[in-house]
């Protein structure tokens, strides 16, 4: 049939360390999407502040 079919699967350590891996990047990429607002924020030149006059 396929040969793919029967081939054999890796070894469990070695898809635990890539799996470990996979979820360090996706937790890193996770944590600059979160953070760069406030970064831009802090960076940029208006000052949004509300004011309220009585």
């Known amino acids: 049939m396929f040969p793919?079919?029967?081939?054999?699967?890796?070894?469990?350590?070695a898809a635990?360390?890539?799996?470990?891996?996979?979820?360090a990047m996706f937790g890193a990429w996770v944590a600059v999407i979160r953070v760069t607002p406030?970064?831009?924020h802090y960076?940029?030149?208006q000052n949004e502040e509300l004011k309220l006059d009585f």
Request: glycine share 0%; hydrophobic share 40%.
């Open 4 to 13: 793919s079919m029967f081939a054999r699967k890796p070894d469990k350590e």
């Open 16 to 23: 635990l360390k890539q799996l470990r891996s996979h979820v």
């Open 38 to 40: 406030y970064i831009l």
């Open 43 to 45: 960076f940029s030149d």
